[in-house]
């Protein structure tokens, strides 16, 4: 079993940065690959990047790619969503996902573990 928690969501104006915290902890965290999701009010969970287990291999949502970047610390059982000028359709709950294949991954059916979400709202 593994427990997700996210944190560092919030309120900024567009233009701004973010950055995403999810804590693990539970079984070796080096061993899952990671993603953030988001999903904006009356819309499908949408991917954003996912980081493999090593961290050498990463992917994103294509749209995103130069704006976001994932990154995880295993010593720390921690990974990372940096966001950098936000735009208010980034508006969203962000969840961060555990797969236990280790492989980056788009699709929300890899992945074994999920976190509560995280509000981020940007304001024009």
């Known amino acids: 079993q593994v427990q997700l928690v996210e944190s560092g969501g919030g309120l900024v104006q567009a233009g701004g940065s973010l950055r995403l915290s999810c804590a693990a902890s539970g079984r070796t965290f080096s061993a899952y690959a990671m993603g953030w999701f988001r999903q904006a009010p009356g819309k499908e969970r949408e991917f954003v990047a996912a980081i493999r287990w090593s961290g050498g291999i990463t992917d994103y949502l294509v749209s995103l790619k130069g704006r976001f970047a994932i990154s995880r610390d295993n010593a720390k059982n921690t990974v990372y969503l940096q966001m950098n000028s936000l735009k208010p359709e980034d508006t969203a709950v962000y969840y961060c996902?555990?797969?236990?294949?280790?492989?980056?991954?788009?699709?929300?059916?890899?992945?074994?573990?999920w976190g509560q979400g995280n509000q981020v709202t940007v304001s024009s």
């Open positions: 996902a555990a797969s236990l294949h280790g492989g980056v991954a788009s699709d929300t059916r890899s992945y074994d573990y």
